[in-house]
């Protein structure tokens, strides 16, 4: 149900990496940046990032621009380099690190064959090679920041800095499923929906077990007046979490807004099995007591 292409803006990539003017010249010297209007994929913001730290660290644009020609003349099936190969700077040059070998990328003369141990603990400070995400993500970090965001998120003159403190999770794991589904949810609440139905996507693509997300889809085309996909999104949140009250709630209500009211007494009747004493159980008792949804 969810594609493949994710895409993020060019404005949630400025805002997520914090970049800097300067430093968004120097990505565009590199021909990494895009035109306004397009979207970067997994991958790209994965290279990004390692070309925003190589710049941090010292390298210079000449230097990485040659590397990543070099690594491209090499390497011509990869699309992004620099989100597969990783790059070094020692010594004020450039080397590039591969299958746990370090290699000088213009000649591909190894310069050092890396042992196991010590690029495990090497990993766990940088980017490391990988398709979308560090060898080794620092988890620590990930999960203060995941945690400082929730806690300005329960607050909504703060939603915009809880927005940036999920950005700084996903860039450090760009697939924690939970910061992305959390995410959404407050691009939802603050009426973006494009950018909510993106985020959500996300999250089931690093976690296709994200019940949340699958609820939260549901509810995003609820209210964008797409009954059929809520329909779809709700039930598939179902088939994740079987127990899921919310779902079960939601999923009755819709069915009753369509007419499919044998359908929704079902899923009142589950949904008072599994949650009797909240405000919203009155509601749904009051749907079965109605003849008008008999």
């Known amino acids: ?20 003017p300067k430093r ?38 000449r230097q990485i621009r040659q590397a990543l020609d070099d690594l491209r003349r090499r390497l011509p099936e990869a699309e992004t380099p620099l989100a597969g190969i990783r790059l070094v700077l020692e010594g004020g040059k450039l080397l590039a690190e591969s299958d746990r070998v370090r290699f000088d990328p213009r000649t591909g003369q190894t310069v050092m064959v890396l042992d196991v141990e010590g690029l495990a603990v090497e990993a766990r400070s940088t980017l490391a090679r990988g398709l979308v995400r560090p060898l080794v993500p620092p988890a620590q970090a990930a999960e203060e920041w995941f ?19 999920y950005g700084r999770v996903i860039v450090i794991d760009p697939r924690y499923a939970a910061a992305w589904n959390n995410m959404g949810l407050l691009h939802h609440r603050l009426g973006r929906y494009d950018e909510a139905r993106e985020c959500y ?26 009954l059929p996909a809520a329909l779809e999104w709700y ?24 007419g499919q ?34």
């Open 235 to 258: 039930r598939r949140s179902l088939e994740l979490s079987p127990d899921y009250a919310d779902a079960h709630f939601n999923l009755a209500s819709l069915l009753a807004r369509t």
């Open 24 to 61: 968004l010249v120097q990505l565009k010297r590199l021909g990494l940046m895009k035109p306004e209007g397009a979207g970067y994929r997994f991958r790209e913001v994965v290279g990004l990032r390692v070309a925003a730290d190589l710049l941090d660290s010292g390298a210079t644009v």
């Open 147 to 165: 945690q400082r965001a929730t806690e300005l998120d329960q607050d909504p003159a703060r939603w915009e800095e809880a927005l940036a403190a």
């Open 1 to 20: 149900m969810g594609g493949s292409d994710w895409l993020i803006s060019h404005r949630e990539v400025i805002r997520l990496l914090r970049l800097t």
């Open 201 to 226: 996507r996300v999250a089931l693509e690093a976690d296709p077990a994200c019940v949340e997300a699958a609820y939260n889809l549901g509810s995003l085309h609820e209210d964008l007046g797409d």
């Open 261 to 294: 009211n044998e359908a929704a007494r079902r899923h009142w009747k589950i949904y008072l099995e599994l949650d009797q004493a909240s405000p919203w159980a009155e509601v749904a008792r009051g749907h079965l007591t109605d003849p008008d949804d008999a």
